[in-house]
């Protein structure tokens, strides 16, 4: 099965084809292009399938030659081949499975769009983009998918591109990408030119030869992995993008800007982790900015909205928390995070699809245009859509932290190694606390959104209220799964402590990748016996301090409508308007830089100094050259026989000098 | 015999009728002082046939038949252009210029 | 294949035919009605592509020197010969130019409704122009198509262009004339200097650069005067501004062509000639420096003003000027990788450009207009130009997968060894192409639908297509399997690599400045 | 076939072409005494000069395929190729003047067959001047031509800038006359001789003395008069706008290259020895005369006007051929000269069909959307701009990539820079005819209504347009042809083109 791995991509991208000359020719054939559209997504999660229980049994990778990509030099030969490990399989099932499930869910979700066939193009694209992603076989080949799913991500946001504001999210989105993908360049760039190999096998056997342990070198090597991975995994500073994201369609937001797509960032490090392992200081920088995000995102959580707005800060949080994990270089537990994170966050989305579905049509039936995502208008749909109320229960406890949800074993392990590193490394500690934090506020605005949606009183209309009714079973059947997953997903990788046969499964399954990593640091001893349910207890603690707080300040006092709030102020306001970072970045970046184009490079530089000056100056000078001449001819015979006279002194002058 | 002094003066006279083009104003009388250069340099042939026989002084008569015919042609564009000018003063005839 | 071109005698007359398949089509032209005129240049233009294509199964890839040489005195005592032959590098501007041709009179088959027959007699001597420049390996040939090419050219932008044509033509030509006058000279005395040091006077291409020692001395002022004129052709920066107003007034064929096939030749002549013949001063320290700088400016400063251009067209224009300096700097690199990475970008770029020049006079022939702020939702009325210029678009801002992206990474990643902060720099390009190029295309296909105007303009038809879909499969073509070009551009590439490497001076080793040694 | 001069028969021989244009010129001369009325009249002492134009031709080819030569050196005019090739060249030039003259006299109404006897006059002394061995026959061919011109320049009594134009170039041709006697007198008095060879010799043999670089210094005054190189310059504008557009045509081409052809000679032939003197005063003249001709002309809004600085600024190409001084540089003059001849009278040609009666001057506005409804004229007028531009595909660009070769192979690179400069500048008054005709919409319908393009001139002009092309790409025959003629100026020869 493993040799056959390019089917489970190339499905998706004749899906993509398919759906896409349907969305031409046969926008209406919405059957057909389901079928098609989630078809190749079931087909290519058999494939993974497949291809996990052969590595079940294999430690070691398998790569897969496809065509010789870039035959340029001997050293420079760079092939089309995927790389089937464990790494690889694991994100090959999530990406199939999570993908297909949420595939699924827009079969119902997307149901009236005229678009539909198109959406489906696009998504199906998306999938084989990010399965080349994660099976590549060198940084190259992972590149085509890194910038193929930016490309997905840009042309989903944007999806509904007549409104403006989805067509500028989109455009962000994809800019942002793009500063990322400069560092990735520049690290192929450096690693090319000193290990000669682009190839991850290589490049993880030649590197700790050749590149010094915590070297400039590696540390700029890795840095600039990382700004890439900041692009694609929303960090700081490069995280603005993915708030406006939530633009495009729901299922969108759950498939790519939570459970995959943004994740790669944390895939990329564990994939180089080798490199990492040579640059401590990136990877306490990686800690840090992973923790600082994990926090800041988490602070603007607080005070969001819009349904999707919570979830995508939350997202950014939860990612920031991923890479702290992979900072402590204990890569395991960021890839655990990664898949515990997909399957509760893309519950999480889709139910707020789910949500805002319901809202959508019960507004559309009586013509209101107010915003179906503000959680202003919502409250009291528990008893209206008690699944996804439900459902969306278990992914809040999930991602807050409670046992024995997912979300608990993953976020307690981050935290666990980065408190482990913070024994010897105080800036672990200061990461920690940072994480801790941000948990506590995580139950907070969790809890603050399932009561705003779910509690209280409808505030959306009493003439919208009838028309609210749960989603059609397309829809709650897909969130029924992840809830399952989210329940039990904590299982792949249980603490030690649980038990022998069991625990720490995905650790010992990710050795084979890691291992050489881990080779090159300093071993971490995570915490145990009484510090560990210490810090499991503490963990507990917060995500239930969170979350009751959460519900009895939410709970606390009427919530007004979106028109009719008091405008706020103070932290609140900052908190709300984002600390004014976009503004910032507008103000700092993007208007000096059109303003540069606009009036330094174009109208001086290049109208003016340049054509107007050199090349329409010489021309000028020329012509006035001309006039004068032609004012010198000034038809007088006497003159021209005085320029004749002096011409012939001139000439015997110059013959008997 | 003569020969410094001959051509000393022909070379005077050249310049004079130079100068006589240079600071007239007046058609015919610049072309006298062009007849003038003409005589001049025909003085220098004569000066040199000592030096070097009869030749130049065959030279002098091909000078004076051309002169004579230039000299025919020039009154006559003198004369036509007078008839459009009214006038033989060359600083009124500068129609063509720039 | 190769024996059934074997057994025709391809090789003996392909070049030969190329040449003068075009020019026998002006005197057809003027045979039939007018309104047929179209469809003799189209012949040509398929008779010529259907031969034209032969070479890529008759070209020998293992074979890194000319081939199909010819060589015929022409005006004799003088060593001016016609000389033809093709190598790797060439082949793919032959091969480009014969498959752009049957494109552009298909996209200007509704777009000129005057004078057609005065234009596709220009388009065809146009073709001939530019096959001759890339085939001719006598300098003096070679000089002559140059300069020829510029009258067609100027006609075709000045008399079926927009607006301001008369303008943008005459600087066109006035600009490239006055860039190559120099260039003029420096032919000559190559031609004298060597012919001093070896008896035989001659202009042979490869009789000059196999003697192009005795040509040293002289080396900075020959190359400066060949080097204008490849860097206005190019157009390097500071020699841009002349492409800007005629890729904006040209009718669409003058600018798919111009960006296409017109600009390469600048990057052939600096890959062709300049270098190889004076590769001591071409790369010395300081000159590498200053082209590689220049190329480098020439990248991001397009691509900033190319942001903030109101007019598709010059947008498109800009973005050329930051292509174009991609390969550039590909050349400067001086490795078989970054040289390698300039063709590709040679050709990929005449993919994309060409394509987004047509798909904007596309949009012209129906609205007349090329005001980015009179476009906007067009993805509505006309989603088949929007999802071609979309994969355009993305293919021009080097989406992996797609043509663009081959070139400049092998462009960047071969001159990193040699300008690592240069490269750094230039690869900030991805960012600034990615903003120029998808503002413009949300504000022309994305957004609001602002103007009624757009209503009725309609989607693709079936000739745009045509014209569309071979240019679009190319580019995935390119993206994802470029093997087969840069094998056939390797031996070329990698002879080129060899003759001008000795020249190099030590590369102030990026290794020791960025770590360790492999 | 070898000529003895010294006999009477032989000394006819040695002149056929100049004596059979004179005597045809005679003839006609008697047929105007009865016929000098009415257009028929004009229009038939044309066609039959024609006839004068093609015996002579006869006679100069017939010679020149003979291999005609004198034994010894006192000649008095030159019997090599090189005049033969001269003549025909100067000969052809007044024919096509006499073509486009035709019927542009009737339309002007210049009713006055004398016209034709004063160009073939013109052509006689423009043939004894280029094939002049001595300085008699240079002085007297020089005038006779010339006077013939000043003639001709005031040809249409009835304007005044006519009249003016023969004004100016008569005073300033005498004065300059003065100059070159003067010049020819001292250098006599520096050899003792007339006869180039002669003089060649002598000066060769002793070390230079002030007469002898006086006087070639004045002879070089009165031919760069005669090329119009600057300072020299000033009364060409005038006198081309001035004269009829024919006789403009004639100057520009035919005086100019008789000029330069014994000017060749006699650098060639009289002062081969002071070559190092002379070059830096001609190369000297030649910048000037590129830079200002070429900068001047940028000015003008007059097509014959621009045509009358672009003919200066060609000079200066041609001083940079002279200035050369080896058989290819010779070899370069003799093409350079059919090349620019070829266009010049062409272009001037269109230019005088163009010619409305009455008006003064064709203006650059003129020609706006000529294309439009005269497509060939336009198309043959674009040519001659291309021509002259120097434009790769035409004559003129293989003329100039000889003059630049020829200056390069001297190791000499300043001059070839000047050439190209110029030429660059060129082109901002070359190219925008080119777009007037072309490019522009004529200002009004019946704009080009009063153009007559009698056949005569049109079957002329095309040739010569044809001619352009064709030796654009296929320059062979001429090329060799003129590399051989220029060996036989010098008694020494020298490898004139890389074999």
Not at chain 1, 35 to 44: D, K, W
Not at chain 4, 225 to 245: M, R
Not at chain 4, 354 to 372: K, Q
Not at chain 4, 409 to 421: D, F, H, K, N, R
Request: proline residues 5%; glycine residues 10%.
């Amino acid at each position: 099965m493993t040799q056959f791995v390019w089917v489970a991509v190339l499905l998706p991208l004749l899906g993509a084809i398919a759906n896409g000359w349907l969305a031409f020719r046969r926008p209406n054939a919405k059957g057909l292009v389901s079928a098609i559209g989630v078809g190749v997504l079931l087909v290519a999660f058999v494939v993974a399938v497949g291809v996990f229980l052969e590595v079940r049994h294999r430690a070691e990778a398998v790569t897969v030659l496809l065509w010789h990509w870039m035959p340029v030099t001997q050293r420079l030969s760079i092939d089309l081949a995927f790389r089937v490990d464990r790494l690889s399989t694991v994100l090959l099932l999530v990406i199939t499975g999570v993908g297909g499930l949420i595939h699924l869910f827009s079969v119902g979700y997307m149901k009236s769009d005229a678009g539909y066939a198109r959406y489906f193009a696009y998504l199906n694209l998306f999938i084989a983009c990010m399965l080349i992603l994660v099976l590549g076989a060198s940084l190259p080949v992972s590149f085509i998918g890194w910038e193929g799913v930016g490309l997905c991500s840009y042309l989903l946001i944007g999806f509904w591109f007549e409104i403006d504001a989805n067509s500028d999210a989109g455009k962000k989105a994809f800019i942002a990408n793009r500063i990322g993908d400069f560092g990735v360049l520049m690290a192929m760039f450096l690693l090319w030119t000193n290990l000669g190999t682009l190839d991850f096998a290589e490049i993880a056997q030649r590197a700790p030869a050749v590149i010094p342990a915590g070297s400039t070198l590696a540390v700029g090597i890795t840095l600039l992995i990382f700004l890439g991975c900041t692009g694609k995994s929303a960090q700081i500073p490069l995280f603005v993008w993915l708030p406006d994201a939530m633009a495009g369609p729901t299922p969108v937001s759950a498939l790519i800007h939570a459970a995959t797509m943004v994740t790669a960032g944390v895939f990329l490090v564990v994939r180089t982790g080798v490199l990492f392992a040579l640059a401590p200081v990136t990877l306490e920088v990686v800690a840090l900015i992973g923790a600082l995000t994990a926090f800041f995102a988490a602070t603007i959580g607080l005070r969001q909205y819009d349904i999707k707005k919570v979830l995508a800060y939350s997202t950014i949080s939860q990612l920031g928390y991923m890479f702290l994990g992979v900072g402590t270089g204990a890569f395991a537990t960021g890839i655990f995070h990664l898949v515990t994170h997909a399957f509760f966050k893309a519950l999480l989305f889709l139910g707020a699809g789910s949500v805002i579905h319901a809202m959508h049509h019960a507004y559309h039936h009586v013509h209101a245009h107010d915003d179906a995502q503000d959680m202003r208008n919502m409250g009291g749909l528990r008893a209206v859509m008690p699944w996804t109320f439900t459902l969306m229960l278990i992914a809040t406890l999930a991602i807050a932290g409670v046992p024995p949800f997912a979300g608990f074993f993953s976020k307690d392990e981050i935290l666990a190694a980065a408190f482990a590193r913070g024994a010897t490394n105080p800036v672990y500690l200061v990461a920690w606390g940072l994480g801790v934090a941000a948990a506590l506020m995580t139950a907070y605005y969790m809890a603050r959104l399932m009561a705003m949606t779910f509690l209280g009183k409808f505030r959306g209309g009493a003439g919208a209220e009838p028309h609210l009714h749960e989603a059609p079973w397309i829809m709650t059947g897909p969130l029924v799964v992840l809830g399952v997953l989210s329940v039990i997903g904590g299982a792949i990788n249980l603490p030690a402590f649980l038990g022998e046969g069991s625990a720490e499964g995905l650790d010992r399954w990710l050795e084979p990748v890691t291992a050489p990593a881990q080779a090159l640091m300093p071993a971490l001893v995570m915490p145990h016996g009484g510090t560990e349910v210490m810090l499991l207890g503490g963990a507990i603690v917060v995500a239930l301090l969170g979350l009751t707080l959460g519900l009895r300040v939410t709970m606390a006092s009427p919530i007004p409508l979106p028109g009719q709030a008091a405008p706020e102020h103070g932290l609140w306001l900052l908190l709300n308007r984002k600390y004014y970072i976009d503004e910032l970045y507008a103000a700092v970046i993007i208007r000096p830089v059109h303003w540069l184009s606009r009036r330094v490079l174009w109208q001086i530089i290049d109208a003016f100094l340049v054509d107007r000056m050199a090349v329409g100056g010489t021309a000028r000078i020329a012509t006035s050259l001309g006039w004068l001449g032609s004012r010198v001819q000034n038809g007088q015979i006497a003159f021209y026989v005085v320029m004749f006279a002096a011409g012939a002194v001139l000439i015997l002058r110059t013959l008997l000098r | 015999m003569f020969l410094g002094p001959s051509l000393a003066l022909s070379a005077v006279l050249f310049a004079l009728g130079v100068v006589g083009v240079l600071i007239q104003r007046n058609a015919i009388v610049v072309f006298m002082c062009v007849e003038l250069m003409l005589n001049a340099v025909n003085l220098t042939f004569v000066a040199l046939s000592q030096l070097h026989g009869i030749s130049g002084q065959i030279m002098v008569f091909f000078v004076m038949t051309v002169a004579a015919a230039e000299a025919a042609v020039g009154l006559a564009i003198i004369l036509a252009i007078f008839r459009h000018t009214k006038s033989v003063d060359l600083t009124q005839i500068n129609l063509l210029k720039g | 294949m190769n024996a059934f071109l074997d057994s025709i005698g391809y090789g003996h007359w392909i070049l030969h035919v190329l040449l003068v398949i075009p020019l026998l089509g002006i005197p057809a032209i003027f045979l039939v009605p007018v309104r047929n005129a179209r469809w003799v240049a189209l012949g040509v233009a398929l008779v010529e592509l259907v031969l034209g294509l032969g070479l890529w199964w008759a070209f020998d890839p293992a074979n890194p020197g000319l081939q199909f040489v010819t060589d015929v005195p022409w005006i004799g005592g003088f060593g001016i010969g016609y000389r033809v032959g093709i190598d790797g590098i060439s082949l793919m501007m032959v091969l480009l130019s014969v498959v752009t041709m049957p494109l552009v009179v298909w996209g200007s088959w509704s777009a000129i409704d005057q004078k057609q027959r005065g234009f596709y007699i220009l388009l065809l001597a146009l073709k001939t122009g530019m096959l001759g420049v890339f085939i001719s390996l006598d300098l003096f040939l070679f000089y002559m198509f140059w300069e020829l090419l510029l009258i067609p050219m100027y006609f075709v932008i000045g008399m079926w262009g927009s607006s301001n044509r008369l303008y943008a033509a005459t600087k066109f030509v006035i600009y490239t004339f006055v860039g190559s006058a120099l260039m003029l000279i420096s032919i000559v005395w190559m031609m004298w200097t060597v012919g001093k040091a070896t008896g035989e006077y001659s202009f042979a291409y490869t009789h000059l650069l196999a003697n192009a020692k005795a040509m040293q001395p002289y080396g900075p002022y020959l190359f400066g005067a060949f080097a204008l004129a490849f860097a206005v052709k190019v157009p390097l920066f500071p020699f841009h501004t002349w492409l800007p107003d005629a890729h904006t007034e040209a009718p669409t064929a003058g600018s798919v062509e111009l960006a296409a096939i017109l600009l390469k030749m600048g990057t052939y002549g600096f890959l062709r000639f300049a270098i190889p013949f004076f590769p001591v001063f071409a790369l010395s320290k300081t000159t590498g420096n200053v082209m590689a700088a220049l190329a480098v400016i020439g990248i991001v400063y397009a691509a900033l003003v190319a942001m903030v251009q109101p007019d598709l067209k010059r947008l498109v224009a800009y973005s050329s000027v930051s292509h174009l300096g991609f390969v550039m700097l590909g050349i400067w690199g001086s490795t078989v990788e970054s040289v390698q990475g300039a063709m590709v970008v040679m050709i990929a770029h005449g993919l994309s450009t060409g394509a987004l020049f047509f798909m904007i006079g596309m949009l012209y022939e129906r609205r007349h207009t090329r005001k980015i702020a009179d476009f906007g939702g067009l993805a509505r009325v006309a989603p088949m130009l929007a999802t071609a210029f979309a994969i355009t678009t993305f293919a021009s801002i080097g989406l992996p997968g797609l043509n663009g992206f081959i070139g400049e990474f092998l462009v960047l990643i071969g001159s990193f060894t040699r300008y690592p902060w240069l490269v750094a720099v230039a690869a900030t390009a991805v960012v600034f192409s990615a903003c120029y190029m998808l503002w413009s295309t949300q504000r022309v296909f994305f957004n609001r639908f602002t103007n009624p105007l757009n209503e009725g303009i309609g989607d693709l038809n079936v000739r745009e297509l045509a014209v569309l879909v071979p240019l679009i499969l190319g580019m995935f073509w390119m993206g994802l399997y470029p093997g087969p070009i840069l094998r056939r551009t390797e031996g070329a590439v990698r002879r080129y690599v060899e003759m001008v490497s000795p020249s190099l001076p030590p590369s102030d080793s990026t290794r020791s400045s960025f770590g360790a040694q492999p | 076939m070898l000529i003895d001069l010294s006999t009477p028969g032989g000394a006819v021989l040695g002149l056929l072409p100049e004596l059979a244009l004179t005597a045809w010129a005679l003839v006609i001369l008697l047929v105007i005494a009865w016929r000098h009325t009415t257009v028929a009249d004009t229009r038939l002492v044309g066609q039959l000069s024609i006839v004068g134009y093609v015996l002579a031709a006869g006679a100069a080819g017939w010679l020149g395929l003979q291999g005609a030569h004198a034994e010894g050196l006192n000649l008095m005019i030159a019997l090599d190729g090189f005049r033969f090739v001269s003549d025909i060249l100067l000969l052809w030039i007044g024919a096509a003047v006499t073509v486009i003259s035709l019927r542009w006299l009737e339309r002007q109404g210049m009713l006055a067959p004398e016209y034709y006897v004063l160009l073939m006059l013109a052509t006689v002394g423009m043939m004894l001047l280029a094939g002049a061995a001595d300085m008699i026959t240079l002085f007297l061919g020089l005038e006779v031509m010339s006077i013939s011109v000043y003639v001709l320049a005031g040809y249409d009594r009835s304007r005044r800038a006519s009249a003016e134009a023969a004004l100016k170039y008569f005073l300033i041709g005498a004065f300059a006359s003065g100059f070159l006697l003067y010049g020819i007198a001292l250098t006599y008095g520096a050899a003792g001789q007339f006869i180039f060879s002669l003089i060649g010799g002598q000066l060769a043999a002793t070390p230079p003395t002030l007469m002898a670089k006086l006087g070639m210094g004045l002879l070089l005054v009165g031919f760069a008069f005669k090329v119009a190189a600057v300072p020299f310059h000033a009364w060409a504008p005038d006198v081309y706008e001035g004269a009829p557009t024919p006789v403009t045509a004639f100057m520009a081409s035919g005086v100019k290259a008789a000029a330069f052809l014994a000017l060749a000679r006699i650098l060639a032939e009289v002062f081969p020895a002071f070559v190092e003197l002379w070059r830096p005063v001609v190369g000297g003249l030649a910048i000037a005369t590129i830079l200002v001709g070429n900068l001047t002309a940028l000015a003008q809004t007059s097509l014959k006007r621009m045509l009358a600085y672009s003919a200066i600024a060609h000079a200066g190409y041609l001083l940079l051929a002279i200035w050369a001084q080896s058989d290819s540089g010779t070899a370069a003059v003799l093409i350079y000269l059919l090349a620019y001849g070829l266009t010049t009278v062409a272009a001037f040609g269109i230019l005088a069909s163009i010619e409305r009666t009455g008006t003064e001057t064709v203006r650059l506005a003129d020609l706006e959307g000529l294309y439009s409804t005269r497509p060939l004229a336009a198309t043959g007028l674009s040519v001659c701009m291309l021509s002259l531009l120097g434009f790769p595909g035409t004559f003129g660009f293989i003329g100039k990539w000889l003059l630049l070769s020829s200056a390069l192979s001297q190791g000499e690179w300043l001059l070839p820079l000047v050439a190209m400069i110029g030429s660059g500048i060129s082109i901002g008054y070359y190219l925008p005819v080119v777009l007037a005709m072309v490019m522009k919409p004529a200002p009004n319908p019946t704009a080009h209504d009063t153009i007559r393009f009698p056949r005569p001139a049109t079957v002329a002009i095309a040739c010569c347009v044809f001619v352009i092309l064709v030796l654009g790409f296929w320059p062979n025959p001429v090329l060799n042809f003129a590399s051989r003629q220029a060996v036989q100026l010098r008694h020494t020869a020298v490898v004139i083109a890389p074999r």
